[in-house]
């Protein structure tokens, strides 16, 4: 084999030896993402920010529905979402899908959680499956306590109250934010009084409250009390013109542990959500390797010691 050959296949065993890293263009210096108001997500995305920053990134969060997030998404207004519950989520799925509007990165949790809960005193009362509300009605006032208007859960509640499903013809689906329902389960339980609501996990509440889900639902939320995964999405297009931050999206998998130790920090501490998110970072550097796994800053520089320097590592 001559010289010319040999120089040839070490080029070729370079090349093919892993991906070559290479900076995003400028115009994907800032990734636009939308948050419905919910704990977890402010939690992933704060996570999210704080590596990008690390990065040479910007990060844009809006406060969105989850239907105007969708719509948002499919308009080209939105870059990354990393809120998508399945399957409660499946029509907007559906939807975005048939207009060919979004790309999947990937499940970025695992063993979620979502559906219907009591306090424990009321499960020990007779309260432990969605057939056994309508004989209590009058303890619950008729009411189910949802988040924000316009969430998929909520929608998931109505349809179930429309179709007199479990005899809950005539109950009222509450809507309102996070907050303002976790606010309610608390004045309840000081009281020791009846309600029955949204719940799930990862979340504080399930450490905070002591609360039973209720079985039964599995037609509106799924299997194994609405068990669920998390998924991340991005708009169409977005991961081939911004390959690199694509690749830290993609990269990113979260665990119980860290969304609830998180979430914790934001709603009992009272950390703003970047804080939050420096603070278990620094206290978790081990994560840092494998979401930062092939991913450059956004002049194509290595990521992991640049975000290490972010954080005083």
């Known amino acids: 084999m001559n010289r010319s050959v040999l120089t040839a296949s070490a080029l070729c065993l370079l090349l093919t030896a892993g991906p070559l890293a290479a900076a995003d263009a400028p115009a994907c210096q800032t990734v636009r993402m939308s948050d419905p108001g919910w704990t977890d997500i ?4 704060a996570i999210a920010g704080v590596l990008l920053d690390g990065l040479g990134y910007k990060q844009d969060v809006k406060t969105l529905s989850v239907p105007i997030g969708y719509e948002s998404m499919k308009n080209g207004n939105l870059d990354v979402f990393l809120g998508n519950w399945m399957p409660a989520q499946q029509k907007f799925i559906d939807a ?6 979004v790309e999947v990165l990937g499940t970025n949790l695992e063993g979620a959680k979502f ?9 020990e009362a007779g309260v432990k499956d969605f057939k056994d509300l309508a004989a209590n009605a009058d303890k619950f006032d008729s009411q189910i306590y949802g988040i924000e208007p316009g969430a998929p859960a909520n929608q998931n509640i109505q349809k179930m109250v429309d179709a007199n499903d479990f005899g809950l013809k005539g109950w009222k689906v509450v809507e309102s934010g996070e907050q303002a329902m976790l606010a309610q389960v608390k004045r309840a339980q000081n009281g020791k009084g009846w309600i029955v ?4 996990a990862p979340h504080p509440m399930n450490e905070t409250f002591k609360i039973t889900y209720l079985s039964g639902g599995d037609a509106y939320f799924g299997a194994n009390y609405g068990g669920a995964d998390v998924r991340t999405l991005a708009r169409a297009g977005w991961p081939a013109q911004c390959p ?5 999206f993609k990269n990113l998998k979260f665990e119980l542990a860290t969304e609830n130790a998180m979430m914790g920090m934001i709603l009992d501490e009272g950390l703003e959500p970047k804080a939050a998110a420096k603070a278990w970072l620094k206290a978790n550097p081990q994560a ?3 979401w930062l796994e092939g991913v450059t800053t956004l002049d194509g520089k290595p990521g992991l010691p640049a975000v290490k320097a972010s954080l005083g590592l």
């Open 197 to 200: 609501f949204l719940a799930w």
């Open 42 to 45: 402010t939690s992933t995305n």
């Open 115 to 123: 559906t219907l809960a009591v306090p424990n005193y009321v499960a």
């Open 244 to 248: 690199n931050a694509a690749r830290l």
């Open 96 to 101: 975005l899908n048939e207009a060919k509007a």
């Open 288 to 290: 840092l390797g494998p």
